[in-house]
């Protein structure tokens, strides 16, 4: 935030200049405005970045018209700023008409249009998951179209890119996430599987991303109580976390809090009391005794106590 510090003023005195010179509305103003609201953006001062990524958008429409891809990228600019602020509505709407535009100017398999579907996805996820559980209806509508979105990504990337492209990886554990809040176990956990393998194939067994997904399969089991399964992949997901992470790592210690909770429900009570204990003192180092996650692990012990 530092280094953002120090860029925002040349940008915004060189956005003055540019306006001297060029006027407003020229492409090379239009330029520093992008690069202003991504850097307001970057700052998480998303207000400003919205003001600026609106303005983008009509400078372009209005110079460029609305297909060419500049105009396309500022809309797909201000709708994930929408996201970010949880303006959901604005945000659907918006992607879905930068789609239905992208697709007619670029086809359906268009690098732009596979992202912005995908970010389409993201927000309609994150609506669902906002509104739960106050508006269930809404909740179902945004994960039932959130399903459909990420089922046509996933097939979209599988075929341009391959199975093991981290950008379809990225999808399959998006709508593996989908799939866990639909209630759809199985076809999430064929995806997750199906993550596990790539990741293994590609990145190796103890890669940090390979370890994410080993440990996020097990965590899923042991929400449905199924902890004898849950421990496999738990105990897999601590190996390879002890190896590739260092000592106070907070990931590490949330697949201890899962591995101990697990043990706990098999009633393993002695090989899951030390797990907890140390998932705690991670937790309370690194994050303070106050934090949620720390007086969780804390009543977790004491239920074993």
Same mark, same amino acid.
């Given at each position: 935030?530092?280094? &953002?510090?120090?860029?925002?003023?040349?940008?915004?005195?060189?956005?003055?200049?540019?306006?001297?010179? &060029?006027?407003?509305?020229?492409?090379?103003?239009?330029?520093?405005?992008?690069?202003?609201?991504?850097?307001?953006?970057?700052?998480?001062?998303?207000?400003?970045?919205?003001?600026?990524?609106?303005?983008?958008?009509?400078?372009?429409?209005?110079?460029?018209?609305?297909?060419?891809?500049?105009?396309? =990228?500022?809309?797909?600019?201000?709708?994930?700023?929408?996201?970010?602020?949880?303006?959901?509505?604005?945000?659907?709407?918006?992607?879905?008409?930068?789609?239905?535009?992208?697709? @007619?100017?670029?086809?359906?398999?268009?690098?732009?249009?596979?992202?912005?579907?995908?970010?389409?996805?993201?927000?309609?996820?994150?609506?669902?998951?906002?509104?739960?559980?106050?508006?269930?209806?809404?909740?179902?509508?945004?994960?039932?179209?959130?399903?459909?979105?990420?089922?046509?990504?996933?097939?979209?990337?599988?075929?341009?890119?391959?199975?093991?492209?981290?950008?379809?990886?990225?999808?399959?554990?998006?709508?593996?996430?989908?799939?866990?809040?639909?209630?759809?176990?199985?076809?999430?956990?064929?995806?997750?599987? @199906?993550?596990?393998?790539? =990741?293994?194939?590609?990145?190796?067994?103890?890669?940090?991303?390979?370890?994410?997904?080993?440990?996020?399969?097990?965590?899923?089991?042991?929400?449905?109580?199924?902890?004898?399964?849950?421990?496999?992949?738990?105990?897999?997901?601590?190996?390879?976390?002890?190896? =590739?992470?260092?000592?106070?790592?907070?990931?590490?210690?949330?697949?201890?809090?899962?591995?101990?909770?697990?043990?706990?429900?098999?009633?393993?009570?002695?090989?899951?009391?030390?797990?907890?204990?140390?998932?705690?003192?991670?937790?309370?180092?690194?994050?303070?005794?106050?934090?949620?996650?720390?007086?969780?692990?804390?009543?977790?012990?004491?239920?074993?106590?």
């Amino acid at each position: 935030k530092a280094k &953002f510090a120090e860029v925002e003023p040349v940008l915004v005195q060189a956005l003055k200049d540019h306006e001297r010179l &060029f006027g407003r509305r020229h492409e090379v103003t239009a330029m520093t405005i992008d690069n202003l609201a991504q850097l307001y953006s970057m700052m998480e001062r998303r207000e400003e970045a919205i003001t600026l990524a609106k303005e983008l958008m009509e400078i372009r429409e209005g110079t460029l018209g609305p297909e060419r891809i500049e105009t396309i =990228s500022a809309m797909n600019t201000l709708a994930s700023l929408y996201g970010d602020t949880e303006q959901f509505d604005d945000c659907e709407k918006l992607y879905d008409r930068a789609i239905a535009t992208c697709q @007619k100017a670029f086809g359906v398999d268009h690098p732009l249009m596979l992202e912005m579907k995908g970010n389409l996805g993201w927000c309609l996820y994150h609506d669902a998951m906002t509104n739960q559980p106050a508006n269930q209806e809404r909740y179902k509508d945004r994960l039932a179209r959130a399903r459909v979105v990420d089922e046509e990504i996933l097939a979209a990337r599988t075929r341009i890119l391959g199975d093991e492209h981290p950008e379809t990886g990225n999808v399959r554990n998006n709508l593996a996430t989908v799939y866990r809040e639909l209630k759809m176990f199985d076809e999430a956990d064929k995806l997750q599987v @199906k993550d596990i393998e790539v =990741s293994v194939r590609t990145l190796g067994e103890n890669h940090p991303d390979t370890i994410v997904s080993i440990a996020n399969m097990g965590n899923s089991l042991r929400s449905r109580n199924r902890f004898a399964e849950a421990v496999v992949y738990l105990e897999r997901a601590l190996k390879g976390a002890r190896i =590739s992470h260092p000592k106070d790592y907070q990931g590490t210690a949330f697949i201890l809090g899962w591995y101990g909770s697990s043990l706990r429900g098999l009633a393993r009570y002695s090989e899951g009391e030390p797990m907890l204990i140390e998932a705690h003192g991670i937790i309370s180092r690194t994050l303070g005794e106050k934090h949620e996650s720390a007086q969780r692990t804390a009543l977790d012990v004491q239920r074993l106590c």
